[in-house]
């Protein structure tokens, strides 16, 4: 099964700056990555798709990059509510998997 | 609109099984397929498994072979989660999820407590 491993584990930042979180593979996924957000007390939210693509009514200030093993989502701007817990997906192999979380304290 | 409303908390003793259900709404339910994923109490995102309705194939994660099933009823729209020989290391949220490529939607969660 595919690892990823998500770091740093805790991000934290004020508001209007900008975020960076990891998502690294144990074997290349492609571009078949996704990113959740999760926020205290709700279910995941689909962010990105295939990497770099914006699920729908997803803010222009989240970005998503990379491809192969290395992963990056960018958050610009940072807002009160996107303290959550962020969670990348490889939708590569069965079973998929999720990375462990970063946690992004604002 | 799709919608995925989900069987209530369940308290359970260790050594039982529990059943969770997921009625879906609002898409053609055999055309999609449905992942089950678990979150400990403070814990991160687990995938347990995947099921196609249309077909019946699953994919399960090894951790949860043999002691998981997946199923549904295309007759009412209805996804099923079993998970027997429950532990105390079972207790989690448990969610259904819609997910293709470029959406997901997620039941509201099951809460499932194993305690003697």
């Known amino acids: 099964e595919i690892v990823l491993t998500q770091s740093p584990a805790t991000l934290s930042l004020s508001p209007g700056e900008r975020a960076t979180l990891s998502c690294r593979a144990s074997?290349?996924?492609?571009?078949?990555l996704a990113w959740y957000q999760q926020r205290p007390g709700q279910a995941p939210r689909l962010l990105i798709y295939?990497?770099?693509s914006r699920a729908t009514g997803i803010p222009a200030r989240f970005s998503g990059s990379g491809s192969g093993t290395d992963f990056t989502l960018t958050i610009t701007s940072l807002e009160p509510e996107d303290l959550a817990i962020y969670y990348c997906q490889q939708r590569s192999n069965w079973p998929r998997t999720f990375g462990q979380g970063t946690k992004l304290e604002i | 609109q799709v919608l995925l409303v989900q069987s209530g908390a369940e308290v359970k003793k260790p050594g039982a099984s529990v059943k969770v259900s997921c009625k879906a709404s609002?898409?053609?339910?055999?055309?999609?397929?449905l992942t089950w994923v678990r979150q400990a109490p403070g814990q991160g995102l687990e995938w347990m498994g995947w099921i196609s309705p249309q077909n019946g194939n699953t994919h399960y994660a090894q951790k949860f072979q043999g002691r998981v099933t997946m199923t549904t009823d295309t007759s009412t729209n209805m996804a099923y989660l079993e998970v027997r020989s429950l532990t105390s290391d079972d207790t989690a949220v448990y969610y259904c999820?819609?997910?293709?490529?470029?959406?997901?939607?997620w039941g509201q969660g099951t809460l499932v407590i194993v305690s003697s």
């Open positions: 074997q290349s996924v492609s571009n078949f």
């Open positions: 295939d990497g770099s």
């Open positions: 609002g898409y053609t339910f055999s055309l999609y397929g």
């Open positions: 999820a819609r997910e293709t490529w470029n959406d997901a939607y």
